[in-house]
T-cell receptor, first 114, second 113 residues
Framework: EPEVTQTPSHQVTQMGQEVILRCVPI?????FYWYRQILGQKVEFLVS????????KSEIFDDQFSVERPDGSNFTLKIRSTKLEDSAMYFC????????????FGPGTRLTVL | AQTVTQSQPEMSVQEAETVTLSCTYD???????LFWYKQPPSRQMILVIR??????QNATENRFSVNFQKAAKSFSLKISDSQLGDAAMYFC??????????FGAGTRLTVKP
């Protein structure tokens, strides 16, 4: 069964460093998402991406964040200058369409900012 | 604003018994979708069940069923014949078409052998 994959599973970085979190969505999916879950808190929407552009973003997704789909298979989330409060699980998700269709989640990347 | 509320931070159930997890939501939309996701210790988000708002019939997936009360904006999850593997965080989520998913704060379910 196809699944969303994410790498790395755990990333440790120093405050102020740039990190890139990678996701490979399911191949025939057209909509892509990033979510964040700070430890012990709920999952929060960051951004959605369709047709090579951002379709929606939350207030969390500020200028420090960017997304791109560089090669037609990977979907990346970049944090330009990490802060301590960026420590969280980051989930990538994809769906066939942007309607009610189920969003398939990846296993997540645990980001730890020291 | 669309919000999702899970009023039970923690619940426990005896193995083989039935447990119900509560979820309410606030929306002015008429067309939307509701989901329950399970998050085991591995932190993966696994879809348990979903419900389209236009459907009156409650969704069922094996031991999992929902009680969808549209007028009351309530969407509870019932787990029958609970198993040890059901122990996890359960998140209720809401989504309108072409939009992002809004999650509740979660309910931690413990299953006692």
């Amino acid at each position: 069964e196809p699944e969303v994959t994410q790498t790395p599973s755990h990333q440790v970085t120093q405050m102020g460093q740039e990190v890139i979190l990678r996701c490979v969505p399911i191949s025939n999916h057209l909509y892509f998402y990033w979510y964040r879950q700070i430890l012990g808190q709920k999952v929060e929407f960051l951004v959605s991406f369709y047709n090579n552009e951002i379709s929606e973003k939350s207030e969390i997704f500020d200028d420090q964040f960017s997304v791109e789909r560089p090669d037609g298979s990977n979907f990346t989330l970049k944090i330009r200058s990490t802060k301590l409060e960026d420590s969280a699980m980051y989930f990538c998700a994809s769906s066939v369409r942007g309607s009610y269709n189920e969003q398939f989640f990846g296993p997540g990347t645990r980001l730890t900012v020291l | 604003a669309q919000t999702v509320t899970q009023s039970q931070p923690e619940m426990s159930v005896q193995e083989a018994e039935t447990v119900t997890l509560s979820c309410t939501y606030d929306t002015s939309e008429s067309d939307y979708y509701l989901f329950w996701y399970k998050q085991p210790p591995s932190r993966q988000m696994i879809l348990v069940i979903r419900q389209e708002a236009y459907k009156q019939q409650n969704a069922t997936e094996n031991r999992f069923s929902v009680n969808f009360q549209k007028a009351a904006k309530s969407f509870s999850l019932k787990i029958s014949d609970s198993q040890l593997g059901d122990a996890a965080m359960y998140f209720c989520a809401y989504r309108i078409p072409n939009n992002d998913m809004r999650f509740g704060a979660g309910t931690r379910l413990t299953v006692k052998p």
